[in-house]
Every structure is written in structure tokens, then in C-alpha cells.
Nanobody, 119 residues
Framework: QVQLVESGGGLVQPGESLRLACVTL??????????VAWYRQAPGKQRELVAT???????TYADFVKGRFTISRDNTKNMVFLQMIDLKPEDSAVYYC???????????WGQGTQVTVFS
């Protein structure tokens, strides 16, 4: 069973920062060997990929967050992070972390954490 729990969301003003965290509680998968990612979904919009991080620490970012968001991981704690700076109202969404133990395998999702940026 794999469970992901996100935290760190909240209400902030434009230009402020937040750091999201996600802990993976699992049995039977290797966190270290898994790819992880953050997605987001705003009301009435499609879910979009924000950032990915492979087991080899290769990162990719959506164009709309490049230079502002940083994905990282702590394999000793089975945790993934998303550091977000210079937040904008359009960053408001529910943010989800995922883990994918194998490239073509199942992707596990957390319940999400709400980020609201308002002026």
C-alpha cells in the first residue's frame, strides 16, 4: 500500500513564498528508485504537470514555473518538496504530489494541498 500526504499549502499574497512537502508512507516500493512529481489543478481547469524529479535527480519544470519553483527530495525521509517563490494569483490551485516506482507503472497520488494566492 502506498500513501502520500501533502502539507504546506496556505493563503499568501503575490510575491510571497511557500514550501510544499509530501511524505510517502509505503510498503513494497522503493522511494529512492522512484520518480516523483508535483501537479496542480485549479477550479474549472485541467490538471497540469508542474515539476518532475527522477531517481537520478533529473528535474523538469513547466514553463510557467521555471525560475520560481524548485522540486527536491530527501530519500532518507521519503519526502518530496516544492519550493515556490514569487507566487502569483494564477498559481492558486490544489497541488498534488505523485510517486511512480517504475517508468511504465502506476503513479500514486496524494490527496492534495490547497495553495491560494490573493491580493
Amino acid at each position: 500500500q502506498v500513501q502520500l500526504v501533502e502539507s504546506g499549502g496556505g493563503l499568501v499574497q503575490p510575491g510571497e513564498s511557500l514550501r510544499l512537502a509530501c511524505v510517502t508512507l509505503s510498503s513494497g516500493i522503493s522511494f529512492t528508485d522512484s520518480a516523483v512529481a508535483w501537479y496542480r489543478q485549479a477550479p474549472g481547469k485541467q490538471r497540469e504537470l508542474v515539476a518532475t524529479l527522477t531517481s537520478d535527480f533529473i528535474t523538469t519544470y513547466a514553463d510557467f514555473v521555471k525560475g520560481r519553483f524548485t522540486i527536491s527530495r530527501d530519500n532518507t525521509k521519503n519526502m518530496v518538496f516544492l519550493q515556490m517563490i514569487d507566487l502569483k494569483p494564477e498559481d492558486s490551485a490544489v497541488y498534488y504530489c505523485t510517486i511512480k516506482p517504475t517508468p511504465l507503472g502506476f503513479e500514486y497520488w496524494g490527496q492534495g494541498t490547497q495553495v491560494t494566492v490573493f491580493s
